[in-house]
């Protein structure tokens, strides 16, 4: 991704290892401040996903594959370096995809720097193959809807649901992305509108309330991300997904997820089965650090919901664009 650093542009990845470090941009800070940080144990690395300097379904799988390579580094038992990566954060799917994939890969005495590598880079070249089977569902000049922050930063680089946007834009379509704020911890504003600043892909970031009022107005599809589908389509996305799904389908607005292979959970038929983070209530109450809800009042704070198969019109992978009757069809594919 393009990124400025100190006014600078610069090409880069949200995470990457280096000689026996990891290295992630602390996308906390973002875009006040821009702060490389650098762990050289899985234990931090762990701690690096559980505080959230690292998010995002797919990049979380990646820091864990990273993280998993410096538990073999410094001869750490790697099922138990597995199971404190698994306990950071339970919704996004790929952590638990990435842990497996490491062990699968020491099991089979793969070397370890090599499979944490490739697993990167093909999350990388997955989002691109997202891009290309996404790219012609944004006609020149349309009007795009987008919720939290499914861009480079969350999946290491290119994005799911910002991969159409780039490639239809780099192709010279012209387009506008409705950006919401995504409350409480704002990844819209903060990371999304940061990306697409960055790019100079034009946009507005919205108050989450303000989806529907849009929508009418006119929005040609609603395309976010997922932390986790099912086996029926269903799937788990940044919290406010489910009624942006509800409000498009109403409207008669194509709404679709995009997510890698890796975000598929087969083991679970349906949504109700995916499990839904909830965050600390101070997300909700305080902003920047000042507390703005009356002392005393309680708040509630998903971090996810759940979006029924049945708002879906597609969901796009590295491998197509897939109908959620037809997740079973890859399923078996893939077996
Ligand atoms: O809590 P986060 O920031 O890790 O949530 C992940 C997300 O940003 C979204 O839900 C996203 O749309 C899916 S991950 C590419």
Redesign the pocket.
């Known amino acids: 991704m393009k990124i400025s650093v100190e006014g600078k542009p610069r090409e880069m990845r949200a995470l990457w290892y280096d000689a026996g470090k990891v290295v992630m941009i602390d996308q906390r800070l973002l875009p006040s401040e821009f702060r490389l940080v650098t762990f050289t144990k899985c234990s931090e690395v762990a701690a690096s996903i559980k505080d959230?300097t690292v998010?995002?379904?797919?990049a979380?799988g990646v820091a864990a594959a990273y993280g998993m390579l410096l538990a073999t580094r410094d001869g750490s038992e790697l099922e138990a370096a597995g199971r404190l990566l698994k306990s950071t954060r339970p919704t996004?799917h790929d952590l638990f995809y990435a842990v497996d994939f490491m062990l699968d890969a020491a099991r089979s005495g793969r070397d370890p720097e090599e499979a944490a590598r490739s697993y990167a880079d093909s999350i990388v070249d997955k989002c691109r193959k997202i891009g290309e089977y996404g790219e012609p569902l944004i006609k020149d000049g349309a009007n795009i809807m987008t919720?939290?922050?499914?861009g480079a930063l969350?999946?290491v680089d290119y994005g799911?649901?910002l991969a159409p946007m780039r490639a239809a834009w780099n192709k010279g379509r012209k387009m506008f992305v409705y950006v919401s704020e995504t409350r409480p911890?704002l990844?819209g504003m903060k990371l999304t509108a940061y990306e697409l600043l960055n790019e100079g892909i034009p946009h507005a970031i919205i108050p989450d309330g303000a989806s529907g009022h849009f929508m009418r107005k006119g929005v040609d599809a609603v395309i976010?991300?997922?932390?986790r589908i099912a086996a029926n389509g269903d799937f788990a996305?940044?919290i406010g997904t489910y009624e942006k799904a509800v409000l498009a389908k109403e409207l008669g607005i194509p709404f679709y997820t995009a997510a890698p292979i890796s975000t598929f959970d087969f083991s679970i038929e349906d949504g109700t089965q995916i499990p839904i983070e909830d965050r600390s209530e101070d997300e909700v109450t305080m902003i920047d650090g000042h507390r703005i809800a009356p002392q005393g009042c309680r708040a509630l704070n998903p971090?996810?919901d759940m979006t029924p198969n049945r708002y879906v019109t597609g969901i796009i992978t590295e491998i197509g664009i897939v109908k959620p009757n037809e997740v079973g069809k890859v399923r078996r594919m893939l077996q």
């Open positions: 959230m998010r995002g379904a797919p979380i996004a919720h939290c922050n499914a969350a999946t799911t649901a911890r990844q976010v991300g997922a932390d996305n940044k971090s996810f």
